[in-house]
Structure formats: structure tokens, C-alpha cells
């Protein structure tokens, strides 16, 4: 408990948590409002032309829970829970914070324990809130007709909630092992983003090499877990792909421990 309340200490006694938690709230809830307006203006200007006896040239957007929630408090939300999570580790090593750390808890797993388990309660309570915030936002704004998919009857809805919030809790496990094998601020945060952004949607341009590959990506199996396989076929269901997100995250995790046991701080 003690290891707790120091890192508690430690991480609230600094603004950037508190701008983190900002961020996440206005990309969270504005993301959702935003596509809940344009899937209304959208359906509104296909309803009009067919009105008018014009074929329209475009299908309206019906989003779903998975774009309400997914690409705001899923996406650009929990990566700005991750880069804070990561900078709670490496910045301790860029001001030589984490030898005194260290030399006042010599079990060093529990250090980056006790930042996961404190960063990730944090996130999946705020994932979770805002994840049903966006929801109810993008289905204000959306209205009766073009928010027809974002209802609780619908099939996968409830586990794009509480998925999210799941996923943001082991990302941030992640982000913390990553900040404490990079230890710099900079690789650390260009690692998590271009891990799920970029690296992994570069597989899909390798032909049928790519393809076998990809159902084996970490970030395309927590996409599959809340609902959007990405039109990859994956060898096992949604639980499957949570497991082997959980698998990863214990594997990256590890891998920190280990390291940090093993080198200077």
C-alpha cells in the first residue's frame, strides 16, 4: 500500500495528468457528438435528393457503437492514456527521479506495478463514463433515424462499452512496460503511436504474406474484441482476440520487469 500511495503522490501532484484528463474528456465526448451530427446532415441531404427524384451518389451513415465510441474515447482518447502512462516512467529516468525511487523501494516490480494498476484503474473508470457519454451524445445528435444502430438491442453494443474500457486498462499496462524498456520519452510515445496508427496497417500492402500475418497483430485483435475485424480473418472469435491482447500485454509487461531488474536504473 505504501508503493501505491507514493506513486499516487507522485502522479497527482503534477498538472499533466490533470490536461491528459481533459484531452481525453474533449476528444471522448466531441468525437462522439461530432460523427452523431454528420450521420444526421449525411441522411438529411440522402433523404432530400431522393425527395427531389435524385438518385443519390452516396449511402448514408449509419454510425454503429464501435464509430460513436471507438474513435474518440477508443482511439485518440486511450492514446493519450498511454503516452501518459509512458511519460510516469520515463520521465523518472530523464530527471534521475527513478534511482531515489528505487533506492527507497528496492522491489522495483512493484514500482511499475503499482504505476500500472494506479494509470489503469484511472483509465478504465474514465474510459468507461465517456465511453457511454459519446454513446448517448452520438445518439442525441444523431436522431431517431440515422442513430437507428447505436441502441442497446443491437448485437456487440454493450461489449463496445465495457471493451473499451477494458482495453484502455491494458493499454496503459503496456504503455508502462514500453516506457520503462525505451526509458525515453520520445521513442516511447513514437512506439505507441505508430504501433496501432501505422506499423500495423502497413501489413495489409504485403500481399498474402500480410494477411497471414495480421490476424496475429495485437491492436487488429482489440479492434476485432469490440466488434470491427478490419476484413481480416482471424483464427478464433471476439474472446479470443481479447485473450491474446491480454497475452501480449503480459508479454511486454514481463519483458519490462525483467529488464528493469536487470539493468542500472
Not at 21 to 38: H, S
Not at 54 to 69: H, I, R, T
Not at 172 to 184: D, E, K, S, Y
Not at 214 to 226: D, G, Y
Request: glycine fraction near 12%.
Amino acid at each position: 500500500m505504501g508503493v501505491l500511495a507514493a506513486e499516487r503522490i507522485k502522479i497527482t501532484s503534477t498538472k499533466s495528468p490533470w490536461w491528459c484528463t481533459i484531452a481525453v474528456v474533449i476528444l471522448g465526448l466531441g468525437l462522439g457528438a461530432i460523427i452523431g451530427i454528420t450521420s444526421k446532415v449525411g441522411l438529411t441531404s440522402y433523404n432530400d435528393q431522393i425527395a427531389e427524384g435524385n438518385k443519390p451518389d452516396f449511402e448514408p451513415f449509419l454510425p454503429s457503437a464501435f464509430d460513436a465510441v471507438g474513435s474518440g474515447v477508443g482511439g485518440f482518447g486511450v492514446m493519450v492514456l498511454m503516452i501518459l502512462a509512458a511519460l510516469t516512467v520515463t520521465s523518472e529516468y530523464r530527471f534521475g527521479v527513478i534511482r531515489t525511487t528505487f533506492q527507497a523501494i528496492p522491489n522495483r516490480a512493484s514500482v511499475l506495478v503499482a504505476k500500472a494498476v494506479l494509470i489503469g484503474a484511472f483509465g478504465f473508470v474514465l474510459s468507461f463514463v465517456l465511453g457511454l457519454g459519446a454513446f448517448y451524445l452520438a445518439k442525441l445528435f444523431a436522431g431517431a433515424d440515422a442513430g437507428v444502430l447505436l441502441s442497446f438491442d443491437v448485437d456487440g453494443t454493450w461489449r463496445v462499452i465495457y471493451g473499451t474500457a477494458i482495453l484502455a486498462f491494458l493499454q496503459i499496462i503496456v504503455a508502462v512496460g514500453v516506457g520503462a524498456l525505451l526509458r525515453q520519452s520520445a521513442g516511447a510515445i513514437a512506439l505507441l503511436l505508430l504501433w496501432p496508427l501505422v506499423i500495423e496497417n502497413l501489413f495489409g500492402l504485403f500481399g498474402s504474406v500480410g494477411r497471414a500475418i495480421q490476424p496475429f497483430l495485437p491492436w487488429q485483435n482489440a479492434n476485432h474484441f469490440l466488434g470491427s475485424d478490419g476484413g481480416i480473418d482471424f483464427h478464433w472469435g471476439p474472446i479470443g482476440s481479447l485473450i491474446y491482447f491480454i497475452a501480449f500485454t503480459a508479454v511486454v509487461f514481463g519483458a519490462a520487469v525483467f529488464v528493469v531488474n536487470r539493468r542500472d536504473a
